[in-house]
C-alpha cells in the first residue's frame, strides 16, 4: 500500500523522486517502501524533493507500529502463559 501510494505520487502528481544508481521501478518503490518502514534505511535507494517528507514519516509510523505490535503480543501471550503454570503442592 505505501509502495503503491509512493509509486503514484510519483509518477501521477511529480512529487519528487525515489533515486538510484538504476532506473527505478515499481519493485524498488516497494524496496524502499519495506526498507523505511522498518528503519533500515540503507541508502541504495532514497527519496528526494518532497517525497522526503513522507519518507521519514513512514520511517516514524514503522518505528512506532513495530514497538506497539511487540508489546500487543506480549500482552496477549501473557495471558495464555498464566494457564500453563505449575500450580504448587
Sequence with gaps: MIAAILYFAEMLIDVGKLVSE???GYLDHVYFAVATYTSLGYG???ASGPLRLPAGVIALVGLVMIGW???FTYLAMEKFW???????P
Design 82 to 88: 498464566g494457564l500453563h503454570r505449575r500450580k504448587g
Design 69 to 71: 505490535s511487540a508489546s
Design 44 to 46: 541504495d535507494i532514497v
Design 22 to 24: 538504476h532506473p527505478v
